[in-house]
């Protein structure tokens, strides 16, 4: 099926630990973008990439780093994560503005 | 970024009622777009909005872009149980491609 494939799931990390989550799309769009939703903080941009080859600072950007690896892949890396970044990731892709979000990665850092 | 004040928070109501729910922006936007997030899932576009004063349907839905550009509005005629879910109204940021500011949610519960 179509559609914005992320993974892992879930994972849990411990305070000071690295780790990639891995976001692909086969929909050839040319943009796509990191959020993350917290409770009652709705959805805050992290960053996000309007074409192959180009990222850019969203809303909450500190403490992650972004590669857009080609234009099927765009992935989020906490470098060493802490508990504040627990939270639910999800990657999404447009053509235009009508995005496509992938399912979710839960992660709890504690 | 620019900040969406999205109302109410949440919503209790009965299958049949008709909802009303709000965003307004302190910028102005070029586009506002409605998504609805199941449970356990990421957020699903259900309008969007391109013109000052636009009214667009889709369904039981009807969204309107207010005529300052700083307010969207959604209605949901006769709800149904399947409704059930968070809204999020969305608005273009400008310079930035098509990267979205999204309100904060409205959390809709609905009875049988």
């Known amino acids: 099926n179509a559609g914005v494939t992320q993974t892992p799931k879930f994972q849990v990390l411990k305070t000071g630990q690295s780790m990639t989550l891995q976001c692909a799309q086969d929909?050839?769009?040319?943009?796509m973008y990191w959020y993350r939703q917290d409770p009652g903080m709705g959805l805050r941009l992290i960053y996000y990439?309007?074409?192959?080859?180009?990222?850019d600072k969203g809303e909450v950007p500190n403490g992650y780093n972004v590669s857009r690896l080609n234009k099927r892949e765009f992935s989020l890396r906490l470098e060493s994560a802490a508990p504040s970044q627990t939270s639910v990731y999800f990657c999404?892709?447009?053509?235009?503005?009508?995005?496509?979000f992938g399912s979710g990665t839960r992660l709890t850092v504690v | 970024g620019q900040q969406l004040n999205q109302n109410p928070q949440s919503m209790f109501i009965q299958e049949g009622e008709d909802v009303s729910m709000n965003c307004t922006s302190s910028s102005i936007f070029n586009t506002w777009l409605w998504y609805k997030q199941d449970p356990g899932e990421g957020p699903v576009l259900l309008i969007a909005?391109?013109?000052?004063?636009e009214l667009t349907s889709n369904g039981r839905l009807t969204a309107q872009f207010g005529i300052t550009r700083k307010d969207s509005f959604l209605n949901i005629s006769a709800s149904i149980p399947s409704d059930v879910g968070i809204y999020f109204c969305a608005g273009h940021v400008s310079n930035s491609g098509y990267a979205l500011n999204f309100g904060k949610g409205t959390s809709l519960l609905v009875t049988p």
């Open positions: 929909m050839n769009h040319n943009s």
């Open positions: 999404a892709s447009s053509f235009n503005y009508g995005y496509t």
């Open positions: 990439s309007a074409s192959e080859g180009t990222t």
């Open positions: 909005l391109y013109k000052a004063g």
